[in-house]
């Protein structure tokens, strides 16, 4: 069985990466499970200066989710290629960078610097609905999608991933956006701006007021999105948003994603994405599927 995937450029072992935010820099994760048997980590999201984030309570438990507004805590990009890199290079697998900045310069040069690094790929966060400038901003318009990617495109050589915001009414323009800037690659989704209300307090249950939610309960909207926007690029396509098991990856990529990432799943269980890339060979040798690729945007629409 081959569960070898090509995404933009970056041969993966197998269509499981873990998402951004959500598995640090690898380090706390490498204490319990095998990470060389992921297909690639994205790392949590970094700045060119150490970020230190909103003020706590920046989490909240939801309904069947999580509502989430870290505000982009990391100790920047130096730091990172110093420490964290050397580190996750240990490891068998692809290093993608999760790109976030402010501006527009800052996130070109914040590229260059990643350009000169020992990495895969990047990912860039055009679409973090919490922090209180930048991000979102840029993410959620045609116009505005094309004019960073297109910035960024000229210092980075290395596969570039635009990561998209759901937090639109049409996910497809925004897609053609960072494909007509040059993109390889897009990932979606990103969270879905929420709120929760503590009824005693009457105060919202996170610092910030609102943050983005995140598992289970918004897998729908990222495999709607998915497809959406595998009809509208032909570029390939990095799906998230809920996924928990081996059939739920095997549900995205028939609405056309390449490769997938787990996020709020593994704060469910730390193993979450190793129990998935088993399941998904479970589900190849039941269905008799040779190769993974076959059955990407393989939906069949009523
Ligand atoms: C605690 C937390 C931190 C996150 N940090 C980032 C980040 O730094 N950059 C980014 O692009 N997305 C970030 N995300 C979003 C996730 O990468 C992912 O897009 C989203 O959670 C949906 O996937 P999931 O439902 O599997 O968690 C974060 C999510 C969570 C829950």
Known sequence: MNLE???AGIKMKNPVTVASGTFGYGREYSELIDISKLGAIV??????KPKAGNKPPRVYETT???LNSI?????GVEYFAQNDLPFLR???TKIIVNACGSTQEEYVELCKILNTLDIDGVELNLSCPNVKAGCMAFGTTYEGVKQITSSVRKVLDKPLIVKLTPNVTNIQEPAKGAEDAGADAISLINTLLGMSIDINTRRPHLANNMGGLSGPAIKPVGV???YQAHNAVKIPILGLGGIVTGNDVIEYMLAGAT???IGTGNFISPDTSIKAIEQIEEYMRKNKIEDINEIIGKVQMN
């Not at 790392?43 to 060119?48: A, D, E, I, P, Y």
């Not at 505000?71 to 100790?75: A, D, F, S, Y």
């Open 5 to 7: 995937v090509n995404l």
């Open 43 to 48: 790392t949590k999201g970094t700045s060119l």
């Open 64 to 66: 069947a989710g999580m």
């Open 71 to 75: 505000g982009l805590q990391n100790p």
């Open 90 to 92: 240990k490891f068998d």
């Open 224 to 226: 709607r999105m998915v």
């Open 259 to 261: 490769a997938i990432s």
